[in-house]
């Protein structure tokens, strides 16, 4: 198959030194995606073990495309530059080590063509499941799903899931804060919260990595999951003052470096 002109989705695959670990991923999810697309793996080094990987992949399938994250180190960066690279009106993130189930990245993608500001992969509404994976990060990420849901009425009750698709509009208008770890997922759903854009969900089931290393780090990225979480409770926004918010913040962590 070759490269779509004009990709109806552009998968964003943040990945760190996978290497032969991706292919089988790679594989499901050019047997499951239908729609026109472009695959973008983004690592942060040019000597990054998926490198060579994706090359070699890339020479049978013209929709693959390696990218060198030029934002900084961290998953949070890597999925800023794919998105910003994508060329199609909806992104769907998705991870390097096969968790998430590629049969739904052209539901996410439709649901963005339909309107929807941000469309996640819940595991936490009926008919959606996680199996496997640290009880405790479970157990938290299930807890605050829920409770955005409920109170925060958020538009889906699992707002910290990474296996989302975004409208690309969407986030080059309202931006992204986020950079260090994966709380992006929370972030854009408390925006769309905020400026009362819509947000919706399907079931799906998460499978722990059977193959390599998780890269995830619950002690370090907690926080920054945290403040997203508060945020997502606050009254309507605009965008020029959602934009004003971003800029007295960024301003207050400048002030203290």
């Known amino acids: 198959m070759t490269l779509a002109p004009n990709p109806k989705v552009s998968v964003i695959i943040p990945a760190y030194n996978e290497g032969e670990h991706i292919v089988p991923v790679l594989d499901r999810l050019f047997e499951a995606v239908t729609l ?6 983004v690592v942060d080094r040019s000597d990054d073990l998926t490198v060579p990987v994706i090359e070699h992949y890339a020479e049978r399938e013209p929709r693959l495309k390696i990218l060198v994250n030029a934002y900084g180190r961290g998953p949070a960066n890597a999925i800023r530059y794919g998105i910003d690279n994508a060329k199609s009106p909806a992104a769907v993130v ?6 998430d189930d590629p049969l739904q990245i052209d539901d996410l993608a439709r649901l963005v063509e339909r309107g929807v500001a941000v469309a996640a992969a819940s595991r936490y509404m009926a008919g959606g499941q996680q199996v496997g994976g640290p009880l405790l990060k479970g157990l938290m990420s299930g807890t605050a799903g829920r409770s955005l849901a409920w109170f925060a009425r958020i538009g889906t009750r699992d707002a910290t899931n990474s ?17 260090d770890g994966f709380e992006i997922g929370i972030e854009l759903a408390a925006k769309a919260r905020r400026l009362r854009r819509p947000v919706a969900e399907i ?3 998460w499978l722990d990595r059977t193959q390599g290393d998780s890269n995830f780090q619950l002690r370090k990225w907690l926080p920054k999951y945290l403040r997203w979480y508060r945020f997502a409770f606050g009254p309507p926004l605009t965008v020029e003052q959602l934009r004003a918010k971003n800029q007295e913040l960024n301003g207050r962590k400048r002030n203290h470096v």
């Open 203 to 205: 079931p799906t089931i």
């Open 94 to 99: 998705t991870m390097a080590d096969g968790c």
């Open 163 to 179: 296996f989302k698709a975004y409208s690309t509009e969407f986030v080059r208008e309202v931006g992204i804060e986020s950079r």
């Open 36 to 41: 026109p697309c472009e695959v973008l793996v």
